[in-house]
């Protein structure tokens, strides 16, 4: 049966359609043009770095000028060619199905930051923008990710209060400024933070100013400590 409809469906690869051997996979051309963030990486963004892993934990320039509120946290891409197309795809291109590579991809990248009893969190939408969009592509990715890791999934603990004004094309000081206290916990969600260390996730982390508003948001509310889990870091010199 299985063979069988593999025959009448066969794999896909989850960006360009060709046949593959493997479900939810990337064909080789795809894999090419993608840019994973492998080797040593900043350990609070995920930005790869030059030079080889010596077990210390390194920072990028960002992460080093602007501490940030949460401790580790890691990308599983960089913002750039085939990946920005996943990404952009998945966000914006009802491709819905692609959240479960994606969510493969993340567990792979997030293993060294992940602990048990962790609560996976998703940076949320503001409500008219879900409803325009009728998914959170973070929730899903979060969704994922805590079913495959065996960690707690809590889609709607964080909340935007207000509206926030479309970032695109601002510098990194006018989004810090626009998010800052953007993000709050849920009245009816704080008993699930008390004690507790957060992994938030989110497509995309450009400055980190909506993920540091969410991030001060559980910490102000309880958590002990905050890490990140980012589909693709936007690397600072491009
Ligand atoms: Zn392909
Ligand atoms: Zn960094």
């Given at each position: 049966?299985?063979?069988?409809?593999?025959?009448?469906?066969?794999?896909?690869?989850?960006?360009?359609?060709?046949?593959?051997?493997?479900?939810?996979?990337?064909?080789?051309?795809c894999w090419g043009q993608t840019p994973f963030a492998a080797g040593l990486v900043c350990d609070a963004c995920g930005t790869p770095l030059p030079g080889q892993d010596s077990g210390q934990p390194?920072?990028?320039?960002?992460?080093?000028?602007?501490?940030?509120?949460?401790?580790?946290?890691?990308?599983?891409?960089?913002?750039?060619?085939?990946a920005r197309k996943l990404v952009l795809a998945l966000k914006h291109g009802d491709?819905?199905?692609?959240?479960?590579?994606?969510?493969?991809?993340?567990?792979?990248?997030?293993?060294?930051?992940?602990m048990p009893g962790m609560l996976v969190v998703p940076v949320p939408l503001h409500r008219w923008r879900l409803v325009r969009r009728r998914?959170?592509?973070?929730?899903l990715l979060s969704a994922g990710?805590?079913?495959?890791?065996?960690?707690?999934?809590?889609?709607d603990l964080l909340i935007r209060p207000h509206a926030t004004p479309i970032l695109d094309g601002l510098g990194a000081e006018a989004r810090f400024a626009?998010?800052?206290?953007?993000?709050?916990?849920?009245?009816?969600?704080?008993?699930?933070?008390a004690g507790r260390t957060v992994l938030l996730v989110d497509d995309v982390m450009t400055s980190g100013a909506t993920l540091e508003a969410a991030a001060c948001a559980c910490l102000?509310?309880?958590?002990?400590?905050v890490r990140i889990a980012v589909l693709a870091r936007v690397a600072q010199n491009l």
């Open positions: 049966m299985q063979s069988a409809l593999r025959l009448i469906y066969p794999p896909r690869c989850v960006s360009c359609g060709d046949t593959v051997a493997q479900d939810f996979a990337l064909c080789l051309p390194e920072y990028c320039d960002a992460c080093l000028t602007r501490p940030r509120a949460w401790t580790r946290g890691r990308a599983a891409l960089v913002y750039a060619d085939n491709r819905t199905d692609l959240a479960r590579p994606a969510a493969v991809w993340l567990l792979r990248a997030a293993r060294p930051v992940l998914y959170n592509q973070a929730a990710l805590a079913r495959a890791a065996g960690l707690d999934h809590c889609p626009a998010l800052d206290g953007a993000i709050a916990v849920h009245p009816r969600r704080r008993d699930r933070l102000a509310a309880g958590a002990v400590e």
